[in-house]
Every structure is written in structure tokens, then in C-alpha cells.
């Protein structure tokens, strides 16, 4: 079956002169014939316009703008496989030495390891499975029962979630409060016991991007070690502060300066400021990541050991991080994204002026990664909720997500802005001029029908 009148775009034509532009794109069967190549690309591209403006989606934390070393790189390593040890040895090399510098970055000694993944979705899976291996070998090995493992967390992205299912791990995830949207180390204590296999804390909460207190955390499993026993260790799911912290917030003791924290996850595609597809995860000491779960391959002879979920994978992203790494620098990275906080907080301010919202988290480079959290103040007297304000700045273009926060603050809808290399001081201000038209906007159309977050649910916290 032809899809269209004629797959020849006939030389002199110009691409929409032609009859092959003529017909819709195949939904749901593969055509039987071959079609002009420049005319299916056009039609995709065009397709894809419905997507949005990426530079405009406020709601992610992936990087949107790429340098045009970074897009020559991953066309450069477009047929490269990161597996291949064997055929792409130098790229091996490549992530062996991203690996390093990491460890160094978050002070890990010097037997540390570690591996590049497709993001910290698989580096908290790995980072998981190492917990629940430690625990499960010293269980055996005192003669214990190993059949009801548990994790402690605070509000934790949903990968943690897919963690614990898929693992058969009861995930006890501390509730926020009205005054403490994190986990307290108090809340903390209170859930573990001897079947606990660790602790996972966020260094950048996805609800409302502050970082939760590791060090405090840490703290609190000392002195519980002291009255039980019990020696819990930490995993830090550094999404997205394992990127900003280190340049950012120096001083501030998260990492492995603590003696609790084993093992370390961190997103190379949010503000490590790789393309997507590009996570990291590092284990303090070699002994932290059970034997069990590494796999050993050939390689030029010598022994290479693979720790990761899928075999294929490319490898892009990794050269990518390595240039970036050296393109920046320490400094380079700090000034990239103290630039993002400084657009952070501008924004907070200028909200602050509009007397209608409550500031939840303004951008504190020592507090949290560079974003702005918000709700409405109790006493606001507007007429609309932060859905319906959501979908009007979405007529701008503008994705801004509002959602309700988890148990046992269901109640409470905040809205937040995440600000990344590419969204300017000049652009958060043409935001602004948009969110007070908004407002006016709502002022004088009065709303007969409220949205409700499931009719805006294509905006997620998740992401
Ligand atoms: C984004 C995020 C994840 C998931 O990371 P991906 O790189 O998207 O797989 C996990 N944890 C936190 C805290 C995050 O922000």
C-alpha cells in the first residue's frame, strides 16, 4: 500500500511544491514502500514543533542548551558503544578517568569506584542493590533471617520507588510535615530497626529542590548506633546537588567527608550539564559494592569488571561529561550555576513583591539547587488556583508545573520554577512579565470551573 500519491520529489520542485509532502504521517502501520527521505525528515521535524520550546519548559531539570563542541562530540561517538572495552578502548579510558574526578569531587578515598549509567535512575538502582548486598552479607553471616528488608527515606524521586518493588524492599518513606517538607533526623530514627539496609537521603529534593540535612542525618545515626547497635549506612541520591554543592556550597558536609556515606548517585544530565543519557554512581571503598553483583569481562587481556543494567549503551554522553569536565573546570561549573541561583533569586524577590505567594525555597545556594518554590499565602483572596495558573502561562509558552506534595501534606499545591544553564536573568524577567499579566489577567475573567491537578498532569515533579 502507497501511503501517498508519488514518493518522487521531482528535481525542480521545492519541498512543499512537491506531491510527495502530500499525505499524513503513518500512525500505526509500517508503509510498505520507501519514501522520499527529505520529505519524511520535514514532516517529523515538523511534528515535533507540538512538543514545545525545551528552553521554555521550566519543569526539568535536563539540560536544554548544549555547546557546538558538545554536539560535534556525540555526532563524533554517534556508532560508539560504551560495552565495547574491547573496540573503544580509549573510550573506556575516558570514563575510568570521569570516574576519578568525581570521586575526588565528592572526597571519596583513593580505592573508591565507580560507574557511568544512563542517569540516576539506574545509579540509585545499582546504589540500591549494593545497600541491599551489604546488608543481606552481614545478615547471613551472623545466621540472621534476610527475608524482610526495609530502606528509611525522606519524599524520594520515584526511582526509589521502582527500587523497592522491584527488589521486594519495604521503602518506609518518613512524611513530610507542614513545618518540615524533608526528613527530620528524629522522623528518621523513629523507622529504622535491624532489618533496615540503609538510609537514602536527597541532595535536592524533587518537591521542592532543597537539599535535605545529610550531615544532620549522619549525625543521628551515630548516637542511634551508640543506644542500638544498629550501624546504618547512607546513600546520597545526588540528582541533582551532586553537581552543584561541590562548586556552590563547599563547605557544606554531604558527601564522603562522611564516615556513613558508602555510595553516591548524581544525574551527568541535569547540572553536570552533559547531554541526556549521562549518570553517575561511586562507591567510597572498593569493599562497599559486593562482589556478587559484578560481572567480569575479558578485556585486552586484562580484567574489566561491569556493574550496570543494560549492556549496549552509547557512549556520547560520557566523552561529553569528559569535555565538559575539562572545557570548565571547577570554576567554570561554579560560575555557570551561581549565575543560576542569582536568576533564582530574582525571581523569588520578584514574586515576593506580588504579595500573593508564600516563598517555600528562594534559591540559597547553601540550601538547595537553583529554583524557586512557592504556593499561594492563605490569605491570598485570588480567584484562581495554581493549576488554572499553570495552563495560563502555558499560553505563553511558559511550563511552569503546579502540583500537590505528597503524604502528609497532600493539601498544600506549590509551583516551582528550575532555573539551568540557558534560562537568563533576561528571559526569568520576561517570566515575570507574564506571570503579573496573569494575574491582572485573572483580576478581570472570572473562573467558572477550576482545573484540578489531573487535568494538568502532564506537568510531573517527577522529572
Ligand atoms: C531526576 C532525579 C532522579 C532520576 O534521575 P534520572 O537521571 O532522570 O534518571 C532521581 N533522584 C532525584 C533526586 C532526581 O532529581
Redesign the pocket.
Known sequence: MSVHKTNKVSENDSIFASEAIEFQLPKFEMPADENNADVVKELIKDELFLDGNARQNLAT??QTYHDPQVHELMDLSISKNMIDKDEYPQTAEIESRCVHMLAKLWNAPDDAVGTSTV????A?MLGGMAMLYRWREQREKMGKDISKPNMVCGP??V?WEKFARYWDVEIRQVPMEKDALYMTPEAMASYIDENTIGVVT?L???FTGKYEPVKALSDRLDQLQEETGLDVSIHV?G??GGFLAPFCAPDLEWDFRLARVKSISS?G??FGLAPLGS?WVVWKHEADLPEKLIFHVNYLGGDMSVFQLNFSRPAGQVISQYYLFLRLGKEGYRKIHMNCYHTAQYLASELEKMDIFEILYNGDPNEGIPCVTWKLKEDSHVDFNLYDFAEKLRSRGWQVPAYSLPANVEDMIVQRVLVRRGVSLDMMSLLVEDIKRTIKYFETHAIVDHLTEEEVASFSHNK
Open positions: 531539570f535536563c542517569g540516576s535512575s539506574e540509585c524520594v524521586q526511582c536527597t535536592g529534593l524533587t541520591d540528582a541533582s544525574s544530565h541535569k549518570g
